[in-house]
Each structure stands twice: as structure tokens, then as C-alpha cells.
């Protein structure tokens, strides 16, 4: 029914357009608007009784894309001055002309074509007018029942607009979150779920390709919004799948990933990013990890809590960890340079917690996953090496519970003393005077690394040992 401007016409009736009075133009556009009007009512069938769904000549529906075209020029192009609205923009919301027109796309066939004409028009009155559009409802509203007619489409063109024209939503409302009570408001008149631009982004999130990454891209816009919104925040939570959807979807991915690597050579020991690069499954992987990683840095802790422990309930322990301990050596070795890729990948405290939370302390079967990984390190040379990888990677994230665990627990007892000197160790310091001791040694430059607590964790847990003295 509409289509977008061309960029030859919209220079030339820019040209034209030069020192021309505003009430020229209000004139042509209520002129415009008059004919379209001639021609909705005419099929409309409350007004004409012979009008029928679907059956409007070509060249009427010709003359209203040509006069909508025009009117959108001119809306496009008008600057407020003193008054809120300009004189078009006011005529516009006054008139309802938006949503008439939305109701004249339905009444024609509403096809494909129809659909991607109008996500196009709506793209360029949000991105080129003068005048903040989506502060009125009845612009606001028939966009909303525009978007709300695409939700579900399996059309790659439509869906492709479709985000584009989301994208550029969530950063306006990013920019001026004072019209997020409108959005919240027109999602409830249509009936649909709240914050309806939110809930059509969620089943891009591990979309691949430009639709998947604008999809991303757009949420983010949101989760930064969300930060200084507790209502927004909550609404996330409370009332969509974003945060199962985000985790679980990790889980797809990962069981569409390589479970043996190709052959390397007997030097291989890790994923660098030109290995994981020539691999699209991980690449795909690695897309929606980094896109959870940028959550948790700029969402509301709200929406951070709920998402870290969707990912180490619901892709950790139930996918990662049976991997971790697969027949074939390949499979593990394969399983454990993946789980040394994503540690390295990952740079928010909560999120590299709970994947040390799960290494250290969560039992596959009755048996920590550290232990299962540090037994490895006497095996055939190749699993040997990764798993050495893998730990060179822990120690070098600095994280005194690392180690607790792999050093300092063996040091608790003591019995690396002399037992002339052990005297000197009243034993109830002998949990930490040790570990004091050595982590003092550590030079100042080396100081800054990362400190993480498991503090949320019982600490019969852990792995130390029991103090003992062996005076013998």
C-alpha cells in the first residue's frame, strides 16, 4: 500500500520544498488527505455497502501510495517552532490518520509485500522526522497493531524489517525514556503482552547473521534502559522468557557444536580465535555468550541474578558437565578446550563465578569436576596438554578460591614445615597463616587480578583438607 520514499524523489521535493510557507504545506496535505479519504471510504464497507474485502482497483491503490507519500514528505520534513506540534503533525494525531491507514492495509490482502511497505514507512517517520512522533498515541498505537500483525512470521524479508524497525525503537526509547509509559500503555490497549517491542526481540536472540546481531543489539538498548528502571527490570523478570530463553538457548547451541575437533597436530592445546573463527556453530556460540556477558554488565542486578543462575542451572550443570565427561578422549579433549575458550571469553565477575562455581564445587555423579579435570593431567599427551591449558587459564584469572583449591588447601596442614618452625603456627590460624603468607609474596603489579567469593555456597564444600599436625 505504502512505500518508503526514494531517495532521488525526497532530494528533488527537498529542493522544491526551500522557502516555502507552512501553510502551503498544510494546505497540500489536507488536499492529499482528502482524496485518500474519497477512496477509503468508498471501500470501507461501513460506509459503503458494496465494498468487498481485498477486491480495490490498481490504480486506486495506486493514488492513495502516491498521495501517503506526499503527506509523509511533508510530515516528515515539518519543524515545530514555539508550539508542541506543528500545524501537520496536529492534524495528523487529530485526524487519527495513521491508524485509518493501518485499517486500509488490513482491508486490502495483507500480504508480505504490504507488511514489509508499511515497517518501511514507520522506519522512516521514527528516523528522519523533525517532530518526536512516537510521543503521541495515535501514532504510537497503529504502530504497535503494525508490529503486533508481523509477530510470528516465518518470512525472512518481513522479519528482517521487522527487527530493523525494532532496533531503531529500542534506541529512541534508550534516548528518551520518557515515552516508555506509552509503550507499556498501547502494548495493553492491543491486548498483546507487555512491552510488546521487548517481547518480539526475544525470539532473535540466537538468531544467526545481521538479523540476530540488530535483534541483540536492540535488547541491549533495553538492558541498559532496565538499569535505571526497576519497572522495566521487574517486567523482564516477572513476565517474559528472556533470561531461560538466553540460557537454555546456550544448551542448543552448544549440542550443535563439533564433538571432535579436527586433527591439529601433537602441538594443539587450545581454541585461539582463528581456529573457532573457521567454525560457524561456534561462532554462533560465541555470539550469544558474549551477548550474555554484555547482559550482565549493563543490566539491573534483577535481570543479572535471575540470568546467571538460568545459565548454571540450565546449560552448566545439565549440558556442560555430562560433557565434560564423555566416552572417547577425543570427545573430552574436544569438551574441555571449549569450557578453556569460554573462560577466557567471559569478563563479568557474576557470570566467570558461577563457571568456577560449577568447575570447583558442583559433583557429576558423586565426583567434583575440578578432581575429574586435575586427574586428567596423567593421561595420553593430548588431553594431557589441553587440561594443563585449561588450568593455565584458572590460575591466570588471580581468584583466590582457584586457588584455595588447586594450592593452598594442600598447604592448610602445614606439613610442609619444618617442624622446628611449626611450632610457630598456633593451629587455629592454621587455615590461613599459610595462605597469608604466601599470597603476601605476591608483588604489587601482580595485585589487581580478579577477586571472586563463593560466599553463597556452603563452605563444607570446599575441598581443603582438615588441619592436622604431625609432630612425629
Not at 498544510?26 to 477486491?55: C, R
Not at 572417547?328 to 571449549?338: D, L, N, P, S
Not at 593430548?382 to 598447604?411: K, N, P, W
Amino acid at each position: 500500500m505504502m512505500t518508503s520514499i526514494a531517495t532521488e524523489s525526497r532530494l528533488q521535493q527537498a529542493v522544491s520544498l526551500q522557502g516555502v510557507d507552512p501553510e502551503t504545506c498544510m494546505i497540500v496535505f489536507q488536499n492529499h488527505w482528502a482524496q485518500v479519504v474519497k477512496i477509503l471510504e468508498k471501500h470501507d464497507p461501513l460506509k459503503n455497502t458494496q465494498a468487498k474485502y481485498g477486491s480495490i482497483p490498481p490504480d486506486e491503490a495506486s493514488a492513495v501510495q502516491n498521495y501517503v507519500e506526499h503527506m509523509l514528505f511533508l510530515l516528515i520534513e515539518e519543524q515545530a517552532k514555539d508550539a508542541a506540534m506543528g500545524p501537520i503533525l496536529e492534524f495528523v494525531v487529530s485526524e487519527n490518520i495513521m491508524e485509518k491507514l493501518f485499517l486500509w492495509s488490513l482491508r486490502r490482502e495483507f500480504t508480505d509485500e504490504t507488511k514489509i511497505e508499511q515497517l518501511k514507512m514507520y522506519e522512516m517517520l521514527v528516523t528522519q522526522s523533525h517532530q518526536p512522533l512516537l510521543h503521541h498515541k495515535p501514532i504510537l498505537k497503529p504502530l504497535m497493531m503494525l508490529l503486533s500483525s508481523c509477530s510470528g512470521t516465518s518470512t525472512p524479508a518481513v522479519e528482517g524489517k521487522l527487527v530493523v524497525l525494532l532496533n531503531q525503537l529500542c534506541s529512541i526509547l534508550a534516548k528518551d525514556p520518557s515515552i516508555l509509559e506509552l509503550f507499556f500503555h498501547t502494548s495493553e490497549d492491543q491486548g498483546a503482552a507487555n512491552f510488546l517491542i521487548f517481547s518480539l526481540l526475544i525470539p532473535f536472540i540466537h538468531r544467526e547473521g545481521t538479523v540476530g546481531q540488530q535483534a541483540r543489539d536492540a535488547l541491549l538498548f533495553i538492558m541498559s534502559l532496565s538499569a535505571e528502571n526497576s519497572m522495566v527490570a521487574h517486567h523482564i523478570v516477572e513476565n517474559t522468557y528472556f533470561c531461560p530463553v538466553l540460557a537454555t538457548g546456550l544448551s542448543g547451541l552448544y549440542s550443535s557444536l563439533p564433538t571432535k575437533l579436527e586433527e591439529k597436530g601433537e602441538e594443539w592445546h587450545c581454541l585461539l580465535k582463528d581456529d573457532w573463527l573457521l567454525l560457524p556453530s561456534l561462532v554462533q556460540f560465541m555470539n550469544s555468550l558474549e551477548f550474555c556477558n554484555a547482559v550482565i554488565q549493563v543490566a539491573h542486578p534483577l535481570i543479572r541474578n535471575q540470568l546467571v543462575n538460568y545459565i548454571y542451572n540450565g546449560f552448566l550443570v545439565p549440558v556442560l558437565a555430562p560433557a565434560l565427561h564423555k566416552v572417547t578422549v577425543e570427545e573430552v579433549m574436544t569438551t574441555t578446550a571449549y569450557l578453556d575458550l569460554f573462560l577466557r571469553s567471559v569478563s563479568e565477575p557474576a557470570l566467570l563465578e558461577i563457571f568456577l562455581r560449577f568447575i570447583l564445587l558442583h559433583q557429576h555423579e558423586n565426583v567434583h569436576i575440578l578432581d575429574t579435570l586435575t586427574s586428567r593431567i596423567n593421561t595420553p599427551f593430548r588431553l594431557c596438554v589441553v587440561s594443563l591449558a585449561l588450568f593455565r587459564t584458572l590460575i591466570g584469572l588471580h581468584c583466590e578460591d582457584v586457588m584455595l583449591q588447586l594450592i593452598l588447601r594442600y598447604l592448610i596442614p602445614c606439613n610442609h614445615m619444618m617442624l622446628s618452625q611449626r611450632w610457630a603456627v598456633k593451629e587455629r590460624d592454621c587455615y590461613s597463616v599459610s595462605a597469608a603468607k604466601l599470597l603476601a609474596l605476591t608483588p604489587v603489579c601482580c595485585s589487581s587480578g580478579i577477586t571472586l567469593t563463593l560466599g553463597n555456597q556452603e563452605r563444607d564444600y570446599i575441598l581443603w583438607s582438615k588441619c592436622t599436625h604431625d609432630d612425629s
